[in-house]
């Protein structure tokens, strides 16, 4: 081996083992940073008060924000789990929520997303690998089954990394999906928010196992 060849592989060893290791870690921190920014739009509200009442720098007021709007959940959460402030909820969401324009399509949403509807994928889950081309062809996806229909046919859900409640919806032939009943749905979407780094392990084949 020349010397510039041994230059040249000594580069690229070192760039992709940089690669290797930065990678992940800028995936984790460009997902945080989504989430923080995502969270401080939500509660920009609060933090304004915050602010303007005590004078606080943003980043303190943010967090003081959000610790309210958690303590106000947990409040509001046990408020209703009792057997008044459940009725009076249900009076409430029947008589005057329910005739918002789009509010029960956005609670179900929530619902489905939250995993508190009884038929929700992400709390019931059903873990598959799906050969959308055909399993002629070698490509597979990550996918939940929502839905199975009368004629044999299943609908799953892809959802796309980093952000795991986008995605996209297939209908497809039951043949080509690939049950993984042994997977639970919060060790996929780890795959799916490191943008399917541990798949390998998630997948094993019977060739890899043996």
Same mark, same amino acid.
């Not at 933090?47 to 303190?60: C, E, N, Q, W, Y």
């Not at 996918?143 to 199975?148: D, E, G, I, P, Q």
């Given at each position: 081996?020349?010397?510039?060849?041994?230059?040249?592989?000594?580069?690229?060893?070192?760039?992709?083992?940089?690669?290797?290791?930065?990678?992940?870690?800028?995936?984790?921190?460009?997902?945080?940073?989504?989430?923080?920014?995502?969270?401080?739009?939500?509660?920009?509200?609060?933090?304004?008060?915050?602010?303007?009442?005590?004078?606080?720098?943003?980043?303190?007021?943010?967090?003081?924000?959000?610790?309210?709007?958690?303590?106000?959940?947990?409040?509001?959460?046990?408020?209703? /789990?009792?057997?008044?402030?459940?009725?009076?909820?249900?009076?409430?969401?029947?008589?005057?929520?329910?005739?918002?324009?789009?509010?029960?399509?956005?609670?179900?949403?929530?619902?489905?997303?939250?995993?508190?509807?009884?038929?929700?994928?992400?709390?019931?889950?059903?873990?598959?690998?799906?050969?959308?081309?055909?399993?002629?062809?070698?490509?597979?996806?990550?996918?939940?089954?929502?839905?199975?229909?009368?004629?044999?046919?299943?609908?799953?859900?892809?959802?796309?990394?980093?952000?795991?409640?986008?995605?996209?919806?297939?209908?497809?032939?039951?043949?080509?999906?690939?049950?993984?009943?042994?997977?639970?749905?919060?060790?996929?979407?780890?795959?799916?928010?490191?943008?399917? /780094?541990?798949?390998?392990?998630?997948?094993?084949?019977?060739?890899?196992?043996?």
């Amino acid at each position: 081996m020349t010397a510039n060849r041994r230059v040249w592989f000594f580069i690229r060893k070192s760039l992709l083992g940089g690669l290797t290791i930065l990678l992940p870690i800028s995936i984790i921190v460009f997902f945080f940073r989504w989430i923080y920014q995502t969270v401080t739009e939500m509660i920009a509200p609060f933090t304004s008060v915050f602010i303007s009442a005590f004078g606080l720098p943003k980043f303190v007021a943010d967090w003081l924000a959000f610790l309210a709007v958690l303590v106000l959940c947990f409040l509001v959460g046990t408020l209703v /789990a009792t057997r008044l402030g459940s009725w009076l909820w249900q009076q409430w969401e029947e008589n005057v929520m329910s005739r918002l324009p789009g509010y029960v399509t956005v609670r179900e949403v929530i619902a489905q997303l939250m995993g508190n509807s009884s038929d929700s994928p992400f709390s019931r889950g059903e873990v598959a690998r799906v050969w959308l081309y055909g399993r002629q062809v070698d490509v597979s996806v990550t996918a939940l089954v929502t839905s199975r229909h009368a004629d044999g046919h299943v609908t799953v859900f892809v959802p796309t990394g980093p952000n795991p409640t986008s995605g996209f919806i297939y209908h497809v032939e039951e043949s080509l999906v690939e049950l993984h009943p042994e997977i639970g749905v919060e060790s996929m979407m780890k795959t799916v928010v490191s943008c399917g /780094a541990g798949t390998a392990a998630l997948f094993k084949t019977d060739k890899q196992e043996g």
